[in-house]
């Protein structure tokens, strides 16, 4: 998952404000969590259940750094091996600039495989079943084509069915840049599979997303955008039933990551009764965009895509660019 969710390129103080950031705003996040929880509720409610069809379907599952895979994808993986179905996870980062660091960044990219290997293993995977790029941490967004490659490689050796991506509205430079370069990587691989696409930073600013730099409260950011994100996309539901338990030890293998540092929002989206779902490209119009100091705006999905699905506007007004993202600014 990692912290550095602001926009701040890749350098370990702007980590450590976004960190900050994140940190001062903790009473007023818990003080949103039940608003967001009915919101996610009434959301759920408009959902397809996918369940069975989920649970047949190969796939690679795709994570920006180790965690996400547990994070967002947790219950179908194991409802996956289950059916004995194949799962493959790809780690893109090292995970080397996670903060709090208990250990010097070379040490911690290799205890942090170690916790993914544990991880994957609760739910239900092989050593086989584990791949990791070694993308430095960060700087997914410096590497989209470099990454697009190597999963497209994966794609062509392993026929997956499907591919399960973080969403393009995630906020956190290095999941945007992933959700890119998967979608550019199914392209170059020919993939006519599903591609679904799992949320993580995204539950720390749904339903009031903006993007970067926009402004903070308002009545209607606070009233009428909820409503907005219900109403504009079906999302696709997974049971989760009877599994969060045996997620919530697979994430606890992520040792380093999980002692009180992630988000309440977060962790809120893996205690519902269904993980959640979304096609590909079904939230594009709630993008952040790359913020004006990132390095390149590779993080955005290929101009050459085919085109998406697109829901109905939703009057929000586009991000500045620039500035913190918006659950910096705001909810």
């Not at 290095?174 to 959700?179: K, L």
């Not at 699905?309 to 660019?321: H, M, N, Y």
């Amino acid at each position: 998952m990692n912290g550095a969710s602001g926009s701040e390129p890749a350098r370990p103080a702007g980590m450590a404000a976004a960190r900050r950031a994140v940190g001062s705003l903790a009473p007023r996040e818990r003080a949103l969590l039940p608003a967001r929880a009915a919101y996610r509720r009434a959301w759920m409610r408009r959902g397809q259940d996918i369940t069975r069809a989920m649970s047949r379907s190969s796939c690679l599952v795709v994570a920006p750094h180790p965690d996400d895979e547990t994070l967002g994808c947790g219950v179908a993986i194991m409802r996956k091996r289950e059916a004995g179905t194949q799962v493959t996870v790809v780690i893109v980062s090292d995970g080397a600039a996670a903060e709090p660091a208990p250990v010097p960044p070379p040490e911690l990219v290799r205890l942090r495989k170690e916790e993914t290997r544990r991880a994957v293993s609760r739910l239900g995977l092989r050593p086989a079943d584990l791949r990791f790029l070694d993308v430095p941490d960060t700087e997914v967004a410096q590497h989209v084509d470099q990454v697009a490659d190597q999963l497209a490689a994966l794609i062509t050796e392993l026929q997956p069915e499907q591919l399960l991506i973080p969403t393009s509205c995630e906020g956190h430079p290095d999941h945007d840049a992933t959700n890119a370069a998967a979608r550019q990587a199914a392209l170059r691989a020919g993939f006519t599979g599903e591609v679904l696409e799992y949320g993580v930073w995204m539950w720390t600013h749904w339903p009031w997303t903006r993007g970067y730099g926009t402004e903070g409260y308002s009545a209607r950011r606070l009233l009428r955008d909820p409503l907005d994100r219900i109403r504009e996309v079906r999302p696709l539901l997974v049971g989760a039933k009877g599994y969060r338990s045996r997620q919530a030890y697979a994430l606890a293998a992520h040792g380093s990551q999980v002692g009180g540092a992630l988000p309440p929002s977060l962790i809120a989206a893996t205690k519902t009764s269904y993980e959640l779902y979304l096609e590909a490209g079904a939230l594009a119009h709630l993008n952040f965009g790359p913020p004006a100091d990132s390095p390149s705006s590779e993080a955005q999905p290929p101009a050459d895509l085919p085109a998406q699905p697109q829901p109905p506007s939703t009057d929000v007004p586009a991000g500045e660019q620039g500035g913190r993202p918006g659950w910096v600014n705001g909810p």
